[in-house]
């Protein structure tokens, strides 16, 4: 299942304070990672809808 969202909603998209910007927390092969560097992953398999509140409507 592939979703068409950008980055920037993902989950696995993350602040890395060692470099100071954004990385894929995925561990992505040489074309998915050419792709994540020129702004064009289109349908990425990883995508995780990041949402906080996951937890606690389970806990509901």
């Given at each position: 299942?592939?979703?068409?969202c950008g ?42 809808y990041n ?10």
């Amino acid at each position: 299942m592939k979703k068409n969202c950008g980055c920037e909603y993902c989950g696995n998209y993350v602040y890395d304070e060692d470099f100071e910007y954004y990385v894929c927390d995925m561990d992505l092969d040489e074309d998915e990672m050419s792709r994540f560097l020129t702004g064009t992953m289109e349908g990425c398999p990883y995508f995780q809808y990041n949402d906080e509140y996951r937890i606690v409507r389970k806990q509901m």
